[in-house]
């Protein structure tokens, strides 16, 4: 069967070879130590369980759930983003629940691109910003994100033409892979670009709470973001809860209205009893991150000194739990990604699947406890470079 000519714009899967490899290690019995994927080794908070177990119970909850989300849940969205920015939003105008935010991020380019439009995507990044420009119909433009720039892009080199036909502006800070944390300066520039161009900025703040120093900025702390900016939350990292799929979209009103409106023709909106346990988690952000903040900042600590120590070259990341190092000269990403599963069993993942700006640098992801990060280390230190 054809596929459709939207699909046939996808290209191929960039870890596949990696994955096989892996498949491969695993069948020959090899103890592989998987530190390629973002998603967190701990269980979700028990507390946040318990309250989930009992929402289970509530019949009203067996039927469908509110599209946009229920109201409780957006006024608990409303009030964290109160609490921790000191920013208001209208729970019911303002706010829409996602099934992750991945979901909203691939389908708000449906509400606001139109074939033609220009889409700036950094690069490297997170894929869905530029799959969804290319299922939208969008043409995406890519911004590097370069270790010279601390990982911003540099936005005064995008051509006065290419603006001009800019749709959505795509950020994301903590940044995943590289870890980067937006300053105030830029995100103002980014704000003022937009509204001269008259364009949209998306801000995915999935790791929004996955720091350990400084507090990451919304972009609603800065003046004028609610002209124009939209901003992606995700409950996935911050109470690992990657397989329970809760997020949140907020922002300006008619970006917000966009996105809700695709939605309630796609999707039905999340299980209630996942936003009861959601709304819940929220509440209690300030008691329930904390420890498990700790938790990767000790394996942080821990693997960026050994790292150093080996020769490595990386920035300390304040924020995410990724790792973004260069890789040893002489070796493409994907050759020094090979050789370490191929040779230590270990699963890193090459640079250049987040984009062709990721090209030099492999991906670190802190979801394994201290001691299998304490033998992955004795495992790269024998590596023959
Ligand atoms: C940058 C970034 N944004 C969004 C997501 C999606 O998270 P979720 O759909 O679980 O909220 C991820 C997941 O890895 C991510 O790395």
Same mark, same amino acid.
């Given at each position: 069967?054809?596929?459709?000519?939207?699909? $046939?714009?996808?290209p191929?899967?960039?870890?596949?070879?990696?994955?096989?490899?892996?498949?491969?290690?695993?069948?020959?019995?090899?103890?592989?130590?998987?530190?390629? %994927?973002?998603?967190?080794?701990?269980p979700?908070?028990?507390?946040?369980?318990?309250? *989930?177990k009992?929402?289970?119970?509530?019949?009203?909850?067996?039927?469908y759930p509110?599209? !946009?989300?229920?109201?409780?849940?957006? $006024?608990?969205c409303?009030?964290?983003?109160?609490r921790r920015f000191?920013?208001?939003?209208?729970?019911?105008?303002? =706010?829409?629940?996602?099934i992750?935010?991945?979901?909203?991020?691939?389908?708000?380019?449906?509400?606001?691109?139109?074939?033609?439009?220009?889409?700036?995507? !950094?690069?490297?990044?997170? !894929?869905?910003?530029h799959?969804g420009?290319?299922?939208?119909?969008?043409? !995406?433009?890519?911004?590097?994100?370069t270790?010279?720039?601390?990982?911003l892009?540099?936005?005064? @080199?995008?051509?006065?033409?290419?603006?001009?036909?800019t749709? %959505?502006?795509?950020?994301?800070?903590p940044?995943?892979?590289t870890?980067?944390?937006?300053?105030r300066?830029f995100? $103002?520039?980014?704000i003022?670009?937009?509204?001269?161009?008259?364009? =949209?900025? *998306?801000?995915?703040?999935?790791?929004?709470e #996955?720091?350990?120093?400084?507090?990451?900025? @919304?972009? /609603?702390?800065?003046?004028?973001?609610?002209?124009? *900016? =939209?901003?992606?939350?995700?409950?996935?990292?911050?109470?690992?809860?990657?397989?329970?799929? %809760?997020? /949140?979209?907020v922002?300006?009103? &008619?970006? +917000?209205?966009?996105?809700?409106?695709?939605?309630?023709?796609?999707?039905?909106?999340?299980?209630?009893? =996942?936003?009861?346990?959601?709304?819940?988690?929220?509440s209690?952000?300030?008691?329930?991150?904390?420890?498990?903040?700790?938790?990767f900042?000790?394996?942080r600590?821990?693997?960026?000194?050994?790292?150093r120590?080996?020769?490595y070259?990386? $920035?300390?990341? @304040?924020?995410?739990f990724?790792?973004? *190092?260069?890789?040893?000269?002489?070796?493409? @990403?994907?050759?020094f990604?090979?050789?370490?599963? #191929? &040779?230590?069993?270990? +699963?890193?993942?090459?640079g250049?699947?987040?984009?062709?700006?990721?090209?030099?640098y492999?991906?670190?992801?802190?979801? +394994?406890g201290? &001691?299998?990060l304490?033998?992955?280390v004795?495992?790269?230190?024998?590596?023959?470079l």
């Amino acid at each position: 069967m054809e596929l459709a000519e939207r699909l $046939k714009k996808i290209p191929p899967y960039l870890f596949v070879e990696i994955d096989r490899l892996k498949s491969e290690k695993l069948k020959e019995g090899a103890e592989v130590i998987d530190l390629g %994927i973002g998603d967190p080794d701990i269980p979700t908070p028990a507390e946040i369980v318990e309250v *989930a177990k009992r929402a289970l119970e509530k019949a009203e909850y067996h039927r469908y759930p509110s599209n !946009p989300g229920s109201i409780f849940y957006r $006024k608990a969205c409303a009030e964290y983003m109160k609490r921790r920015f000191d920013v208001e939003f209208d729970p019911e105008a303002e =706010i829409v629940a996602l099934i992750g935010s991945k979901e909203g991020i691939a389908h708000f380019p449906l509400a606001f691109v139109n074939s033609g439009d220009v889409v700036l995507c !950094p690069d490297p990044a997170y !894929p869905v910003y530029h799959l969804g420009t290319l299922i939208s119909g969008g043409t !995406p433009y890519y911004l590097p994100l370069t270790w010279e720039r601390d990982f911003l892009p540099d936005l005064t @080199s995008v051509p006065k033409n290419i603006l001009e036909k800019t749709k %959505i502006l795509w950020l994301n800070y903590p940044n995943n892979p590289t870890g980067a944390m937006a300053t105030r300066e830029f995100f $103002k520039e980014a704000i003022a670009l937009a509204k001269k161009y008259h364009f =949209i900025i *998306a801000h995915d703040a999935a790791y929004i709470e #996955q720091y350990f120093e400084e507090k990451p900025l @919304s972009i /609603f702390e800065i003046d004028g973001a609610k002209e124009v *900016a =939209i901003e992606f939350h995700s409950l996935s990292k911050t109470f690992c809860m990657t397989g329970w799929r %809760i997020g /949140f979209a907020v922002g300006n009103r &008619e970006l +917000v209205q966009g996105l809700a409106k695709i939605k309630s023709n796609m999707d039905s909106g999340v299980f209630t009893a =996942i936003q009861e346990a959601g709304a819940y988690a929220l509440s209690k952000i300030e008691n329930l991150v904390p420890p498990l903040r700790r938790v990767f900042q000790e394996r942080r600590d821990f693997l960026y000194e050994a790292l150093r120590k080996l020769g490595y070259e990386l $920035k300390k990341p @304040s924020a995410t739990f990724y790792l973004w *190092a260069k890789v040893p000269a002489n070796y493409t @990403s994907g050759e020094f990604c090979k050789k370490v599963l #191929q &040779e230590l069993a270990i +699963v890193i993942t090459p640079g250049k699947g987040f984009g062709e700006s990721g090209e030099g640098y492999f991906r670190i992801a802190l979801t +394994v406890g201290i &001691e299998r990060l304490k033998e992955a280390v004795k495992r790269l230190a024998t590596l023959n470079l």
